[in-house]
Protein backbone atom coordinates (compact mmCIF):
# COMPACT_ATOMS: atom_id res chain seq x y z
CA UNK A 1 0.00 0.00 0.00
CA UNK A 2 1.15 3.33 -0.35
CA UNK A 3 3.26 4.80 2.35
CA UNK A 4 3.98 8.68 2.70
CA UNK A 5 7.64 8.51 5.71
CA UNK A 6 9.06 12.14 6.32
CA UNK A 7 12.16 12.32 8.59
CA UNK A 8 14.84 14.96 9.38
CA UNK A 9 13.08 16.70 12.25
CA UNK A 10 14.63 17.96 15.41
CA UNK A 11 15.20 20.52 18.08
CA UNK A 12 17.54 23.32 16.70
CA UNK A 13 18.28 27.04 18.37
CA UNK A 14 16.69 30.21 16.36
CA UNK A 15 18.77 31.00 13.31
CA UNK A 16 20.26 27.03 12.58
CA UNK A 17 19.18 25.01 9.99
CA UNK A 18 17.33 21.62 9.30
CA UNK A 19 16.66 19.66 6.24
CA UNK A 20 13.57 17.24 6.20
CA UNK A 21 12.91 14.55 3.71
CA UNK A 22 10.04 12.44 2.49
CA UNK A 23 9.74 9.37 0.15
CA UNK A 24 6.38 8.31 -1.10
CA UNK A 25 6.35 4.53 -1.91
CA UNK A 26 4.01 1.97 -2.57
CA UNK A 27 2.56 3.38 -5.99
CA UNK A 28 5.13 5.46 -8.91
CA UNK A 29 4.82 9.05 -7.78
CA UNK A 30 7.71 10.13 -9.93
CA UNK A 31 4.59 12.53 -12.25
CA UNK A 32 2.63 13.25 -9.02
CA UNK A 33 2.76 16.31 -6.88
CA UNK A 34 3.86 16.30 -3.38
CA UNK A 35 3.80 19.15 -0.49
CA UNK A 36 5.00 20.12 2.99
CA UNK A 37 2.49 21.74 5.49
CA UNK A 38 3.11 21.92 9.09
CA UNK A 39 0.90 22.59 11.70
CA UNK A 40 1.67 24.22 14.98
CA UNK A 41 -0.50 23.06 18.63
CA UNK A 42 -3.47 25.32 18.79
CA UNK A 43 -3.15 25.78 14.92
CA UNK A 44 -5.02 24.78 11.68
CA UNK A 45 -3.20 23.02 9.48
CA UNK A 46 -0.76 25.52 6.84
CA UNK A 47 0.37 25.16 3.76
CA UNK A 48 4.53 25.41 3.41
CA UNK A 49 5.45 24.19 -0.23
CA UNK A 50 4.43 21.69 -2.69
CA UNK A 51 6.14 20.56 -6.25
CA UNK A 52 4.39 20.01 -9.63
CA UNK A 53 5.89 17.28 -12.17
CA UNK A 54 6.67 19.39 -15.79
CA UNK A 55 8.37 16.88 -17.69
CA UNK A 56 11.31 14.73 -17.64
CA UNK A 57 12.70 14.91 -14.00
CA UNK A 58 11.62 18.43 -13.81
CA UNK A 59 9.58 20.16 -11.18
CA UNK A 60 8.38 23.25 -10.61
CA UNK A 61 7.60 24.29 -6.56
CA UNK A 62 5.56 27.00 -4.96
CA UNK A 63 6.02 28.28 -1.35
CA UNK A 64 4.38 30.06 1.20
CA UNK A 65 4.76 33.34 2.00
CA UNK A 66 5.28 32.96 5.07
CA UNK A 67 8.46 30.77 4.51
CA UNK A 68 9.85 32.30 1.31
CA UNK A 69 13.59 33.63 1.22
CA UNK A 70 14.07 31.03 4.10
CA UNK A 71 13.19 27.68 2.98
CA UNK A 72 13.80 25.69 -0.17
CA UNK A 73 11.94 22.47 -1.67
CA UNK A 74 13.42 20.56 -3.90
CA UNK A 75 12.16 16.71 -5.54
CA UNK A 76 13.58 13.94 -7.03
CA UNK A 77 11.30 11.41 -8.40
CA UNK A 78 9.44 10.15 -5.24
CA UNK A 79 11.63 12.02 -3.01
CA UNK A 80 10.61 15.80 -1.44
CA UNK A 81 13.01 17.60 0.33
CA UNK A 82 12.58 20.77 2.49
CA UNK A 83 15.69 23.17 3.62
CA UNK A 84 15.23 24.78 6.06
CA UNK A 85 17.02 27.97 7.07
CA UNK A 86 17.30 31.11 9.49
CA UNK A 87 14.94 29.35 11.60
CA UNK A 88 12.73 30.81 14.00
CA UNK A 89 10.50 29.81 17.41
CA UNK A 90 7.47 30.77 15.10
CA UNK A 91 8.21 28.07 12.88
CA UNK A 92 8.40 25.08 15.51
CA UNK A 93 5.59 22.76 14.35
CA UNK A 94 4.98 19.19 13.06
CA UNK A 95 5.51 19.09 9.18
CA UNK A 96 3.58 16.90 7.55
CA UNK A 97 4.62 15.58 4.14
CA UNK A 98 1.57 14.77 1.36
CA UNK A 99 1.30 13.28 -2.10
CA UNK A 100 -1.73 12.76 -4.53
CA UNK A 101 -2.07 11.38 -7.88
CA UNK A 102 -4.05 14.09 -9.01
CA UNK A 103 -1.65 15.76 -11.14
CA UNK A 104 -4.08 19.83 -12.12
CA UNK A 105 -0.93 20.54 -13.91
CA UNK A 106 1.44 22.88 -12.00
CA UNK A 107 -1.28 24.00 -9.73
CA UNK A 108 0.08 21.52 -6.48
CA UNK A 109 -1.36 24.20 -4.41
CA UNK A 110 -5.07 23.29 -5.04
CA UNK A 111 -4.44 19.56 -5.15
CA UNK A 112 -6.63 18.19 -2.26
CA UNK A 113 -3.77 15.69 -0.62
CA UNK A 114 -5.22 11.82 -0.37
CA UNK A 115 -1.36 10.19 1.15
CA UNK A 116 -0.03 12.13 4.11
CA UNK A 117 2.85 11.11 6.25
CA UNK A 118 2.75 10.81 10.18
CA UNK A 119 4.84 13.98 10.19
CA UNK A 120 7.96 15.11 11.90
CA UNK A 121 8.45 17.25 14.77
CA UNK A 122 10.60 20.53 14.39
CA UNK A 123 11.43 22.49 17.67
CA UNK A 124 12.86 26.17 17.04
CA UNK A 125 14.33 27.59 20.59
CA UNK A 126 15.39 31.02 21.33
Known amino acids: QVQVVESGGGLVQEGGSLKLSCTAS????????MAWYRQSAGKEREFVSC?????????SASTADSVGGRFTTSRFKNRLFLQMNSLKPEDTAIYYCAADKDRLGDRCRDVDYGYWGQGTQVTVSS
Open 51 to 59: TSWVGLDAY
Open 26 to 33: GSSFDESP
